[in-house]
């Protein structure tokens, strides 16, 4: 008798020890009946979804399931028991008057037939991991800071839309935007406002499409917006327009910033027939916008890819000129106006094409935008003009100083200046024998901070500093105010109608007065005749260079030149007849983009 009570205790706390484990056990067991309907619940179960066993039994607890789920959880559970295949299933259920997620798994047991007698269940809360799972999936295919679509997302949707446009004969039109003046904000109020802006830009384009297409940032301060089913380009470039309504004004540091969109646009399938080559199209057509003024839309042309097929060209030639060394420097005098002495030279880039031909800078101007190439020219310029400078002065000639042109990408390297003094310490050459010659254009676009520092340090090191072209920019009394700047070039477009047209003499005679109250050296582009020599002498001009006194010359023949300019010679060449117009452009070019004809 001791030993039958002991063995139904020992099978008492055995039971107890099974129930525990399942009630205990974060899963939540059930059973079912052969056709599937529910028979027991743990009461765990039942506390969790707020539901009565007899309301729960069979399929009651459907009606705890989110009405979005019940159909496919239904279908799920169908085929299993049709089929007899264990079942897993994600649901939501109401657990605590919220919806939860919960992963559903059913096994069946067989009697020794193979017939299905009962299903044994369980459901887990697998919420957070859903949740989890979900914000992975929406980071990937979203701007974390716009909350719009990236580029993943815009690509898989671009792809479908042109899958779809296949059959159904419809216009795809791919827009790619970026805001003006985006940079200018972060470098003077911040990133923060920057991010600001972003996401103000980011809600009026969701607003102004809503309904009409897919709005993405691509990343940085570019935008994409996706239209399908449009009818024509008309109407492309009409839904394109809205986006330059979108226009803000900040105030930072003095200045106001005017921020709005300029947008490109391509259109499936007369501008590509697959999503990168619309892409790039819509890019092409971006950059045309952007170059044209900014804070307009437009259209792809297949001269745009032309055009860009060009720059392309350019860049491989001077890339190949630098790499075999046939970039050449040739230079053009200098010359006093008052006495006819020659007081330096301007140094001008050419270059040898295969066959041996002297080319002009105009043929490979595109170069100049591109920050690798662009340093490898001014780098062997610079080296060339100073190990010119050093021979010519080892033979005792007086060269006066020599202009270098500097390009707005050479000026964005953070170490130019410190690398232009290394070259002029390893030649002996003297800061003030030299001048660096640069464009209001190096004051454009991103890395306008790196060019201020660069000039400074430039000043701090006694170089002397030109401002060519004067006149031909948008903001040059600003720059001649705020720039170390101590000579003043007055662009050929002026002189040369300084004779003939009383606005040009006019403009010209208020450039040279500027620049003596600015106690600045003027010097006058682009002289080709003599009475255009004369009537600036009268009106104060200090100095002129062109073709009226020389064309550009090689290196090799500028001792004979120096040698030949006497003071006699040089007098009568002020008032004597124009030469002829060299072949390789008009006098005065520089290498720098902005100074080719």
Not at 285 to 290: T, V
Not at 442 to 467: K, Q, T
Request: charged share 25%.
């Amino acid at each position: 008798m001791t030993s039958e009570h002991a063995e139904i205790d020992l099978l008492r706390r055995s039971m107890e020890n099974l129930r525990l484990i399942v009630e205990y056990n974060p899963q939540l067991p059930w059973i079912a009946d052969a056709e599937g309907r529910i028979i027991d619940f743990t009461d765990r179960w039942l506390e969790n979804t707020g539901l009565e066993r007899d309301e729960a039994a069979g399929s009651g607890w459907l009606s705890a399931t989110h009405p979005d789920d019940v159909e496919p959880v239904t279908q799920r559970v169908a085929h299993s028991h049709a089929t007899g295949e264990p079942f897993d299933v994600r649901v939501r259920l109401m657990v605590n008057d919220q919806y939860r997620w919960m992963r559903a798994q059913a096994y069946p047991r067989r009697d020794d037939e193979g017939r299905i007698i009962r299903w044994y269940g369980y459901t887990e809360d697998i919420h957070e991991s859903v949740l989890i799972e979900e914000q992975i999936r929406w980071n990937a295919d979203h701007d974390s800071l716009t909350e719009l679509p990236n580029r993943a997302m815009f690509n898989a949707c671009l792809d479908k839309a042109l899958g779809r446009a296949l059959t159904d004969f419809k216009k795809v039109g791919v827009f790619l935007l970026d805001i003006d003046n985006f940079k200018d904000v972060n470098d003077l109020m911040g990133h923060h406002a920057g991010d600001d802006l972003l996401k103000s830009f980011a809600a009026r384009l969701k607003a102004i499409f809503a309904g009409e297409g897919v709005v993405a940032r691509l990343g940085g301060d570019e935008f994409a917006i996706l239209i399908e089913n449009a009818d024509n380009r008309q109407q492309l470039a009409d839904l394109a327009d809205r986006a330059l309504t979108i226009r803000e004004t900040l105030f930072a540091a003095g200045r106001s910033l005017e921020c709005r969109v300029s947008v490109g646009v391509a259109a499936f399938p007369e501008d590509g027939r697959v999503a990168t080559e619309l892409l790039r199209h819509a890019d092409l057509a971006l950059y045309r916008a952007k170059s044209l003024g900014r804070g307009r839309v437009q259209m792809f042309e297949q001269s745009l890819l032309e055009d860009m097929q060009e720059r392309v060209a350019m860049i491989n030639r001077a890339r190949t000129a630098v790499r075999d060394g046939t970039i050449i420097s040739y230079y053009q005098p200098k010359v006093s106006l008052q006495t006819g002495e020659l007081v330096g030279f301007e140094a001008l880039l050419r270059w040898r094409d295969s066959c041996g031909t002297i080319r002009s800078p105009a043929e490979i101007y595109a170069a100049f935008d591109d920050h690798d190439v662009a340093d490898m020219i001014g780098q062997t310029m610079t080296s060339q003009v100073f190990s010119d400078m050093a021979a010519w002065r080892a033979r005792g000639l007086a060269v006066g100083h020599v202009a270098i042109n500097v390009s707005s990408a050479e000026l964005r390297r953070e170490r130019f200046a410190g690398r232009l003094i290394e070259t002029m310490e390893r030649f002996s050459i003297a800061p003030d024998s030299i001048e660096i010659e640069i464009t209001e254009g190096v004051f454009l676009g991103a890395g306008s901070d790196a060019v201020r520092r660069s000039i400074d340090e430039l000043h701090m090191c006694n170089i002397p500093l030109a401002l060519d072209d004067f006149g031909t920019g948008f903001a040059s009394l600003t720059h001649l105010r705020s720039l170390p700047v101590s000579t003043l070039k007055i662009d050929r477009s002026f002189v040369s109608g300084v004779t003939a047209r009383e606005s040009d003499g006019a403009i010209v005679s208020a450039l040279i007065t500027l620049g003596r109250a600015l106690n600045m050296k003027v010097v006058a582009e682009g002289v080709e005749e003599a009475d255009q020599s004369i009537r600036l002498r009268e009106m104060g001009c200090d100095y002129a260079q062109g073709f009226y006194f020389s064309r550009p010359a090689p290196s090799e023949t500028i001792p004979a030149l120096i040698q030949s300019w006497s003071e006699n010679s040089a007098v009568i060449s002020l008032n004597r007849r124009a030469v002829p117009r060299s072949s390789l452009g008009r006098g005065g070019e520089g290498w720098a983009g902005s100074r080719i004809a």
